[in-house]
Nanobody, 124 residues
Framework: QVQLVESGGGLVQAGDSLRLSCAAS????????MGWFRQAPGKEREFVAAISTSGGTTYYADSVKGRFTISRDNVKNTVYLQMNSLKPEDTAVYYCALGYRPPDVYIRRGYDYWGQGAQVTVSS
């Protein structure tokens, strides 16, 4: 069983930065693809970013490309999401997810485990 624990959410102003962290339990973290998704009130959960097992390949939603950066530390079993130039439309609960060779990193069903979520609120 894998557990994912997010941290680093909060309330910021537009233009500010935040870094989310997601710590994973278990000794095989480096064999999993990691992703970040978000869900705003009344909306579907959507893909934000993903990173390959080694960290060599990253994927981003168009809405965050150039502003957000996903990274991972396989020694610390942690994945990060650095969010810069935040906008009010980035307000959502952010979830990290772990998947073993997901056929499509952009969709939810490719991931096997999910964190509890971290609230990010961006005021204008």
């Amino acid at each position: 069983q894998v557990q994912l624990v997010e941290s680093g959410g909060g309330l910021v102003q537009a233009g500010d930065s935040l870094r989310l962290s997601c710590a994973a339990s278990g000794r095989t973290f480096s064999t999993y693809t990691m992703g970040w998704f978000r869900q705003a009130p009344g909306k579907e959960r959507e893909f934000v970013a993903a990173i390959s097992t080694s960290g060599g390949t990253t994927y981003y939603a168009d809405s965050v490309k150039g502003r957000f950066t996903i990274s991972r530390d396989n020694v610390k079993n942690t994945v990060y999401l650095q969010m810069n130039s935040l906008k009010p439309e980035d307000t959502a609960v952010y979830y990290c997810a772990l998947g073993y060779r997901p056929p499509d990193v952009y969709i939810r069903r490719g991931y096997d485990y999910w964190g509890q979520g971290a609230q990010v609120t961006v005021s204008s």
